[in-house]
T-cell receptor
């Protein structure tokens, strides 16, 4: 099993719809989780951290399920500008940092 | 702050040549990371430094790759000799501390080895 796995997509979603994708991780000792966003030919940028209690930032909600070892990202009322690749990041107690390969999202007008 | 600065932005070189990529982290950040990104393998951590000291270089592909951080404001990633399979985008990132903190990425260096 890969250390961090994401569905590569692409997810083609009409504007205004809700979309969600997951990221699974294999190391139960993982302790920090993040979602990064990467636009085409640009660098990754932090979208949000993922806390044990879940967190919400505007239209974006991130959740952590330790029992099943996955994190999720939900985008409500999607905008054209949400089109990007979303990278899941997991780090362990020994500071090993692993990026998923990303999920491509296309918001359709 | 100008953010993480990388140079050059693009590099085209012939197989066998030495390539040096440069990075200036955000002032005050104690951790610096070098990544490589390709379509096939995604974003891979090559090496990271904490307070200028290399902590984990297990991602460095082979002896042709080396990285240094002589001071808190400068790091280099060197490939010698370069090979076509090294073609990728190389990102440098910095953070206040290690993995628990947001990483700020530079714009990347797009390397093409012919």
């Amino acid at each position: 099993r890969k250390e961090v796995e994401q569905d590569p997509g692409p997810f083609n979603v009409p504007e205004g719809a809700t979309v969600a994708f997951n990221c699974t991780y294999s190391n139960s000792a993982s302790q920090s989780f993040f979602w990064y966003r990467q636009d085409c030919r640009k660098e990754p940028k932090l979208l949000m951290s993922v806390y044990s209690s879940g967190n919400e930032d505007g239209r974006f909600t991130a959740q952590l399920n330790r029992a099943s070892q996955y994190i999720s990202l939900l985008i409500r009322d999607s905008k054209l500008s949400d089109s990007a690749t979303y990278l899941c990041v997991v780090s362990n107690r020994d500071d090993k940092i692993i990026f998923g390969k990303g999920t491509r999202l296309h918001i359709l007008p | 702050d100008a953010g993480v600065i990388q140079s050059p932005r693009h590099e085209v070189t012939e197989m066998g040549q030495e390539v040096t990529l440069r990075c200036k982290p955000i002032s005050g950040h104690n951790s610096l990371f070098w990544y490589r990104q390709t379509m096939m393998r995604g974003l891979e951590l090559l090496i990271y430094f904490n307070n200028n000291v290399p902590i984990d270089d297990s991602g460095m592909p082979e002896d042709r790759f080396s990285a240094k951080m002589p001071n808190a404001s400068f790091s280099t990633l060197k490939i010698q000799p370069s090979e076509p399979r090294d073609s990728a985008v190389y990102f440098c990132a910095s953070s206040l501390r290690t993995s628990d903190y947001e990483q700020y990425f530079g714009p990347g260096t797009r390397l093409t080895v012919t």
